[in-house]
């Protein structure tokens, strides 16, 4: 029977809602509708209410977490995971949701935040994080604990596409992060080579798959 890691879930939920201190801590100074989508433009084009910001966004960032972390579990055929990669992975979502709320709050407090860069620095972080990652996976527990994977099949063909998909997406990071210095087009850019980049490779690792079969 699949096992599924209750204690990560736990911890990574409570990370998850402690933002709502600091949402209670300055809710009357708040505005009724607070911004929680920006243009690229850094111009706010979605609001919510204050309650539903402050409250509700930090308990469906929780079910997400809670949802994903099982669905992750459930799939994994090694009981109690500790993979690397799988502890950054379980960490995106609670990382997210306190960055967002935080910045989100201060920014509805009359502060003039530039989201996109911050966006911009949060993403290079965990994109880098990721591509540092992929490489250091040993191949018994990659084979083990990433199903499906056409490229885990095979020693020879994972271990360079793992290379290539680490230094590809430090690369990105790097790119999001130097971004934040640049015009807002550079950001773009970085986004599509990023979307562009994970097809490339998919497509190559099945290639390389098939080719090796």
Wanted: hydrophobic share 50%; glycine share 6%.
């Amino acid at each position: 029977m699949k096992k599924i890691n209750w204690k990560v879930i736990a911890i990574t939920g409570v990370i998850c809602l402690l933002p709502i201190i600091l949402g209670i801590a300055v809710y009357d100074k708040l505005p009724n509708e607070i911004a929680i989508h920006f243009n690229i433009n850094n111009e706010p084009d979605n609001f919510a209410p204050k309650a539903l910001r402050v409250f509700g966004l930090p308990i469906l960032m929780l079910l997400l977490q809670t949802t994903c972390c099982i669905i992750n579990d459930l799939n994994s055929e090694i009981k109690g995971s500790k993979l690397k990669l799988e502890k950054v992975v379980k960490g995106i979502i609670p990382a997210l949701s306190v960055a967002l709320y935080i910045t989100t709050i201060v920014y509805a407090l009359g502060n003039k935040l530039d989201i996109r860069k911050i966006v911009c620095f949060i993403i290079g972080v965990m994109i880098m994080l990721i591509g540092n990652y992929f490489p250091k996976m040993e191949y018994s527990k990659a084979r083990k604990g990433i199903r499906p994977s056409s490229f885990a099949k095979n020693e020879k063909v994972y271990r360079k596409i793992s290379r290539t998909m680490g230094y590809t997406f430090v690369v990105l990071g790097m790119l999001f992060i130097i971004s934040i210095f640049l015009p807002t087009m550079y950001s773009v850019v970085a986004l599509i080579l990023t979307v562009v980049s994970s097809i490339v490779i998919s497509i190559y690792a099945i290639y390389l798959s098939e080719k090796t079969a």
